[in-house]
């Protein structure tokens, strides 16, 4: 097997276990928090805690990204990638040992300062695959973290009723371990430390600096930021819409559940393919299809009269959306400066950060104001847009080098 296929296969793994092992605390937080080893009992306080907790390893991912990111291109993908495997693999496995929601608290933020797996694993696989296959090998690893995204949750609940709360934590954490060791062995890059000591070491707000100037890049972190934003700003309210729209309690919480995951199996399966058919006919191209589609998908949401409908539309976005992230990252890779890749996909991932912390907040501030339905709307509006403007750079771009 050629070694980026080596690399490719690794790294899915890794995504897997790390956004699996991210996401599966998801749904027994509350219920940890109210375990005999922490013994919270009252209701809104267990609330409270629970969503501190969850939104500390995002604000601390979102600060501390770019670092990691300006250090990778000093360093090499793999040290990064590895420093944050085998520290998460620790940290996952101390939470199991928590006594107080501050010990979660604090160990939830220490996992998000560490973080960064993903985008020194996306830097990784782009460094080494040949260009005709970007697009391939981007879906596919993007399908890897959808799978954990959404197998993590599901995987979380069944565990907490088979082996209790805390083996979860060190059976992840060990997982985690493992596919590390894994990337330890077998993952190489060829990097070259001679030629990265030569580049001027600029700190992380002038390498912001530098590539903040370049349109298309800043389009494409837009891209980021907004694909979490509209996809986790309804989320919350989804049991809501799922209960508006079924007309009774019965099974809510299993369509509820239903509905919230279909945009990602149908995003797992289309990633690979439609990054294979990006290698072909170009990422731009796929790009603005996805952008377009993905809003229009939007519109019939907001208006389902049945949960049927609903399900079937969030399914059919699932489609586009999974030609957004492996696009956006096989073109950061094209328009990034070489030499500044990691810092490059370590901001794109600080965007999506924001996206996770801000879309449920103003999706609920939305939703108060014209109700659930009209939280699809604006994110429907907000895609277009930005559709017309990754289209004006991006197009930009390619006549400027036709007029050369």
Not at 221 to 250: D, K, R
Not at 330 to 355: C, H, Q, V, W
Request: charged fraction near 10%; charge should be positive; proline fraction near 5%.
């Amino acid at each position: 097997m050629e070694q980026w296929k080596k690399n490719l296969a690794v790294l899915w793994v890794g995504q897997f276990l790390v956004m699996g092992g991210m996401t599966m605390i998801i749904p027994f937080m509350s219920l940890y928090l109210q375990s005999p080893g922490i013994g919270l009992t009252d209701p809104d306080e267990i609330a409270t805690w629970a969503g501190l907790i969850f939104a500390g390893n995002f604000v601390t991912a979102f600060l501390f990204q770019p670092l990691w990111g300006k250090l990778s291109d000093r360093y090499g993908r793999k040290v990064m990638l590895l420093r944050s495997g085998f520290g998460m693999a620790i940290v996952i496995v101390l939470m199991g040992f928590a006594t107080s929601p501050w010990h979660l608290l604090v160990l939830r933020m220490i996992n998000g300062t560490i973080s960064g797996f993903n985008p020194a694993a996306i830097s990784l696989v782009s460094a080494t695959t040949p260009k005709d296959r970007t697009g391939f090998a981007m879906g596919t690893l993007q399908s890897g973290g959808i799978a954990g995204t959404m197998l993590g949750p599901l995987l979380g609940g069944l565990l907490a009723d088979g082996i209790g709360f805390r083996p979860i934590f060190y059976l992840t954490g060990s997982l985690l371990f493992m596919a590390s060791l894994l990337a330890l062995l077998i993952v190489k890059e060829s990097f070259d430390h001679k030629m990265a000591a030569t580049r001027p070491n600029a700190s992380v707000l002038e390498g912001f600096r530098q590539l903040g100037r370049i349109p298309q890049l800043t389009s494409l972190f837009a891209v980021t930021f907004l694909i979490q934003f509209a996809m986790v700003g309804p989320m919350p309210l989804l049991p809501l819409y799922v209960q508006q729209l079924h007309g009774s309690n019965e099974n809510i919480a299993f369509w509820a559940g239903l509905v919230s995951a279909a945009a990602g199996m149908s995003n797992m399966f289309a990633s690979p393919m439609l990054g294979r058919l990006s290698d072909r006919i170009g990422q731009e191209r796929i790009l603005a299809v996805s952008l377009i589609g993905a809003a229009l998908m939007f519109v019939p949401q907001a208006v389902a009269t049945s949960v049927w409908q609903l399900l079937l539309f969030r399914f059919l976005q699932g489609v586009f959306l999974g030609g957004l992230i492996p696009s956006v990252n096989a073109l950061i890779r094209k328009f990034t400066p070489d030499g500044m890749e990691g810092r490059a996909y370590s901001f794109n991932t600080s965007t999506l950060s924001l996206g996770n912390m801000f879309g449920p907040l103003v999706g609920g501030v939305i939703s108060g104001w014209i109700g659930i339905g009209g939280v699809f709307l604006v994110s429907s509006a907000l895609f277009l847009v930005n559709a017309v403007w990754v289209r004006h750079t991006l197009a930009g771009k390619n006549r400027a080098a036709k007029s050369r």
